[in-house]
């Protein structure tokens, strides 16, 4: 079991918990699907 | 006192991994740069890239999380510097594609809703060491001469290629890593595995195909007569160290080979104390061998 040994070495943790600028990720995404909403984009 | 003016400066984009599963990368480089008098500015608000899942599943995606990466490191001053292989390999794909095609740039601008930045120059560390320090300044760093060492190292995929892309160094024959080791007084191997795949994101999806990869640089490294293994990649750092001990249990083979990123090393060597440099944080520890050739 690598988990808890990874856990106890700092190496596993819950990223999104401390992810930087969620803000700026979501908007990026829904811009994406507003662009493939409207067949602008693949 | 007032503290030494840095001989150069650089924005830093650290990316996720340098956070968690490779964060002695992250405590080397900061150290190795301090050491070095290389200021280091970390990128406000930076976000993930996309690492090497996002590419393959929306390329406009990861080209719009690259782009405003490269946006939001115009806020500091200095090239933008990168550690992680992965990071430095999607960033300067995005300048490339978005620098060829039209389209690809009204998408992403629209994406992010704003004009594109992203020409400020990318540098991996390998390059900031070897072009912008130089190795002259790195030899004359040297506190503590790796002496005795004898180093693997092992470039992976995404160091160097595809060609016109990143422009580290040779595509096919490549030495930037050795010759910034060596400055710091290592010796190194030739071997047949520097650039062969380790499975890099399969390690989760499909194991075995990474155990065989790994096992078989492990093996090549071995059989060169490696102390150690180098590397410049938080992916590659976590096929040949963490999975290391299962691959040993399907193969029968012993390797005890340490994976060293090359920070630690650099940094070990420019005489940063052994205990900031998350040696404690390998699975395979390299206090044994360290202690071996008197380098703690």
Same mark, same amino acid.
């Given at each position: 079991?690598?988990?808890?040994?990874?856990?106890?070495?700092?190496?596993?943790?819950?990223?999104?918990?401390?992810?930087?600028?969620?803000?700026?990720?979501?908007?990026?995404?829904?811009?994406?699907?507003?662009?493939?909403?409207?067949?602008?984009?693949? | 006192?007032?503290?030494?003016?840095?001989?150069?400066?650089?924005?830093?984009?650290?990316?996720?991994?340098?956070?968690?599963?490779?964060?002695?990368?992250?405590?080397?480089?900061?150290?190795?740069?301090?050491?070095?008098?290389?200021?280091?500015?970390?990128?406000?608000?930076?976000?993930?890239?996309?690492?090497?899942?996002?590419?393959?599943?929306?390329?406009? *995606?990861?080209?719009?999380?690259?782009?405003?990466?490269?946006?939001?490191?115009?806020?500091?001053?200095?090239?933008?510097?990168?550690?992680?292989?992965?990071?430095?390999?999607?960033?300067?794909?995005?300048?490339?594609?978005?620098?060829?095609?039209?389209?690809?740039?009204?998408?992403?601008?629209?994406?992010?809703?704003?004009?594109?930045?992203?020409?400020?120059?990318?540098?991996?560390?390998?390059?900031?060491?070897?072009?912008?320090?130089?190795?002259?300044?790195?030899?004359?760093?040297?506190?503590?001469?790796?002496?005795?060492?004898?180093?693997?190292?092992?470039?992976?995929?995404?160091?160097?290629?595809?060609?016109?892309?990143?422009?580290?160094?040779?595509?096919?024959?490549?030495?930037?890593?050795?010759?910034?080791?060596?400055?710091?007084?290592?010796?190194?191997?030739?071997?047949?595995?520097?650039?062969?795949?380790?499975?890099?994101?399969?390690? *989760?999806?499909?194991?075995?195909?990474?155990?065989?990869?790994?096992?078989?640089?492990?093996?090549?490294?071995?059989?060169?007569?490696?102390?150690?293994?180098?590397?410049?990649?938080?992916?590659?750092?976590?096929?040949?160290?963490?999975?290391?001990?299962?691959?040993?249990?399907?193969?029968?083979?012993?390797?005890?080979?340490?994976?060293?990123?090359?920070?630690?090393?650099?940094?070990?060597?420019?005489?940063?104390?052994?205990?900031?440099?998350?040696?404690?944080?390998?699975?395979?520890?390299?206090?044994?061998? *360290?202690?071996?050739?008197?380098?703690?």
């Amino acid at each position: 079991m690598l988990g808890p040994k990874l856990i106890s070495k700092g190496k596993l943790k819950m990223f999104h918990k401390k992810n930087r600028n969620l803000t700026d990720i979501e908007k990026i995404f829904s811009r994406i699907e507003e662009l493939r909403t409207k067949g602008e984009a693949p | 006192m007032t503290p030494a003016k840095n001989l150069l400066n650089y924005s830093y984009y650290p990316g996720c991994s340098l956070h968690a599963s490779a964060r002695e990368y992250d405590e080397s480089t900061r150290g190795l740069f301090k050491a070095l008098r290389i200021g280091l500015q970390e990128v406000p608000d930076w976000l993930c890239c996309g690492a090497t899942p996002a590419h393959n599943v929306d390329e406009l *995606l990861s080209l719009s999380l690259c782009a405003k990466n490269l946006e939001l490191s115009e806020q500091v001053e200095g090239d933008l510097a990168v550690a992680c292989a992965a990071c430095f390999s999607r960033l300067k794909t995005a300048q490339h594609k978005l620098g060829e095609n039209q389209d690809k740039r009204r998408q992403v601008e629209y994406a992010l809703d704003a004009p594109l930045a992203v020409d400020k120059p990318v540098k991996h560390l390998l390059d900031i060491l070897a072009r912008d320090f130089g190795l002259d300044r790195l030899k004359e760093a040297v506190q503590k001469p790796l002496d005795g060492l004898t180093v693997a190292c092992y470039y992976g995929c995404l160091l160097t290629r595809p060609p016109d892309v990143p422009n580290l160094d040779c595509v096919e024959a490549p030495t930037i890593m050795e010759r910034v080791i060596e400055a710091a007084g290592a010796a190194t191997v030739g071997w047949s595995h520097r650039m062969e795949c380790c499975g890099a994101n399969f390690t *989760l999806s499909r194991p075995g195909v990474v155990l065989k990869l790994s096992a078989d640089i492990l093996a090549s490294a071995k059989r060169a007569g490696a102390d150690c293994i180098m590397v410049a990649c938080p992916l590659c750092h976590g096929n040949l160290d963490i999975r290391q001990k299962e691959i040993e249990e399907t193969t029968g083979e012993q390797y005890g080979m340490p994976i060293f990123y090359m920070t630690q090393l650099l940094a070990l060597a420019a005489g940063v104390p052994g205990g900031k440099l998350g040696f404690d944080s390998m699975i395979v520890s390299p206090q044994p061998l *360290l202690k071996e050739k008197h380098l703690l």
